[in-house]
């Protein structure tokens, strides 16, 4: 039988489960700094967070961000999206996504983008199925700041 999947807008008391699917992202944050940030983005209109529910049980997270450059359209950005590994390819991912462009279309953004690492060729295949073309190539520059 196939399970119901509910989409909805994370709430504070979120922060564990995401923290635990943030793990599967490959990012070891603290559940204390994903309360601290989540606490933060739920205040601000430009950014979404959403949870998938399965039986009532969070099994993936998106997250959003309204990036309005000087010089180019506003878009909306995907900062993050992860769902459970036991839980992937039951369309999870796609509903997390069409929730979001839903959200970017009411913005009046006409393109949602993200960068995803070169290394998750099944990510890439799941964005390709879902209608996602590759725009570009880029490198990632970054410096460490001394404190
Ligand atoms: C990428 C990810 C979010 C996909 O989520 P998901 O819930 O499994 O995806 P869906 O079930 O909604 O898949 C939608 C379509 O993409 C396909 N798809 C999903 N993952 C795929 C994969 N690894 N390889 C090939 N196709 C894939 C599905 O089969 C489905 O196709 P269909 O509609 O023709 O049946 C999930 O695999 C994940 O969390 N991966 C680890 C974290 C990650 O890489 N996040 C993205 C960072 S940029």
Redesign the pocket.
């Known amino acids: 039988m196939q399970k119901k999947i509910v989409v909805r807008e994370a709430v504070q008391e979120d922060y564990s489960s995401l923290t635990r699917?943030a793990w599967?992202?490959?990012h070891q944050a603290e559940s204390s700094q994903i309360s601290t940030r989540l606490l933060d983005l739920l205040q601000r209109d430009d950014h979404k967070v959403l949870v998938a529910q399965v039986d009532g049980e969070i099994a993936?997270w998106v997250h959003a961000f309204l990036n309005r450059p000087l010089h180019k359209d506003t878009v909306v950005d995907?900062a993050?999206?992860?769902?459970?590994?036991n839980?992937?390819?039951?369309?999870?991912?796609?509903?997390?996504?069409e929730a979001v462009e839903d959200w970017a279309k009411n913005q009046g953004c006409e393109q949602v983008t993200?960068?995803?690492?070169i290394t998750?060729?099944?990510?890439h295949?799941?964005?390709q199925?879902?209608g996602y073309q590759r725009a570009k190539t880029q490198y990632t520059f970054m410096k460490e700041l001394l404190k």
Not at 80 to 85: I, M, P, T
């Open positions: 699917l599967q992202l490959g993936g995907i993050g999206l992860v769902v459970d590994e839980h992937r390819k039951m369309g999870i991912g796609r509903r997390l996504l993200l960068s995803s690492n998750r060729e099944g990510a295949k799941f964005y199925n879902i």
